[in-house]
């Protein structure tokens, strides 16, 4: 049931403009599915979806699945998305335009996701944790370096 559940999620973000979870929810509903805000919401994490603009400029679910076959994509998103980005001891933190945490925190594990052991997002920050203060400035670099 959840494999075809999720199956059905992506159809619906392929084919509808979902802007949140409500909306996702009520589509699954209207398809059957009894699901609850708590459910979709591990929908979307297990499925990494993501919220981006689209080529309209709808702010909306898309797959970071299909994203990630164009690594372009990401580091462009990067760019646009952080504002700053600094480390303390083992943690780097990124600062982003609001809403767009989510968005570059999925384009970081894309491209540096070995260097890091897990990261967070919120609405405009991101923190990273690292093996060490050393990983930690060199992750930054890095990051610098694309900006």
Same mark, same amino acid.
């Given at each position: ?7 059905? /999620? =992506? ?16 589509? =699954?509903?209207? =398809?059957g599915y009894n699901v ?25 679910? *898309? ?20 504002k700053s980005v600094d ?6 933190? /990124? ?10 925190? *999925? ?12 990261? =967070?997002?919120?609405?405009?920050? /991101? *923190?990273? *944790? ?12 890095? /990051?610098?370096?694309?900006?």
């Amino acid at each position: 049931m959840k494999n075809k559940r999720q199956s059905e /999620i =992506l159809s619906i973000i392929e084919q509808k403009i979902v802007y949140t979870q409500e909306d996702l929810q009520n589509e =699954l509903l209207a =398809l059957g599915y009894n699901v609850t805000q708590s459910t979709v919401s591990r929908d979307i994490k297990e499925l990494r979806l993501i919220k981006t603009h689209d080529s309209q400029g709808n702010y909306r679910y *898309v797959s970071a699945t299909k994203k990630s076959e164009d690594t372009s994509h990401y580091h462009d998103l990067f760019i646009k998305s952080v504002k700053s980005v600094d480390c303390a001891l083992n943690n780097v933190v /990124i600062k982003t335009h609001s809403g767009m945490a989510s968005t570059a925190c *999925v384009a970081l594990d894309d491209m540096f996701g070995n260097m890091m052991l897990g990261s =967070l997002a919120g609405d405009d920050t /991101i *923190v990273i *944790v690292t093996r060490s203060e050393m990983h930690s400035k060199i992750l930054v670099d890095k /990051i610098n370096n694309i900006l």
